[in-house]
Nanobody, 123 residues
């Protein structure tokens, strides 16, 4: 059983930075890709970034490309999302997901999710 626990959310002004963490139990990194999604009130969960299971490939949503960076520390079984130049439209609950056997941008493909961490960007 895989468990994911996110942390690092908070309130930040536009232009600021936050780093989210997702601590994973079990040996997930070598088996599955790790991804970040977000969900704003009244909207569907949307893809943000993914890191391949070998840690060599990354993909980002166009809306965050150049501002966000996904990475991992295999010794700590933790994946990170460094978020820079934050905008009010980045405000959402951010979720860590894993367990997708194919594809990466559709949340329906993921079997495991954390509880989410709130990110609020003020203008």
């Amino acid at each position: 059983q895989v468990q994911l626990v996110e942390s690092g959310g908070g309130l930040v002004q536009a232009g600021g930075s936050l780093r989210l963490s997702c601590a994973a139990s079990g040996r997930t990194f070598s088996v599955y890709a790790m991804a970040w999604f977000r969900q704003a009130p009244g909207k569907e969960r949307e893809f943000v970034a993914v890191l391949g299971r070998r840690g060599l490939t990354t993909y980002y949503a166009d809306s965050v490309k150049g501002r966000f960076t996904i990475s991992r520390d295999t010794a700590k079984n933790t994946v990170y999302l460094q978020m820079n130049s934050l905008k009010p439209e980045d405000t959402a609950v951010y979720y860590c997901g894993t367990g997708a056997s194919a594809g990466y941008s559709d949340p329906a493909l993921y079997n495991y999710w954390g509880q989410g961490t709130q990110v609020t960007v003020s203008s």
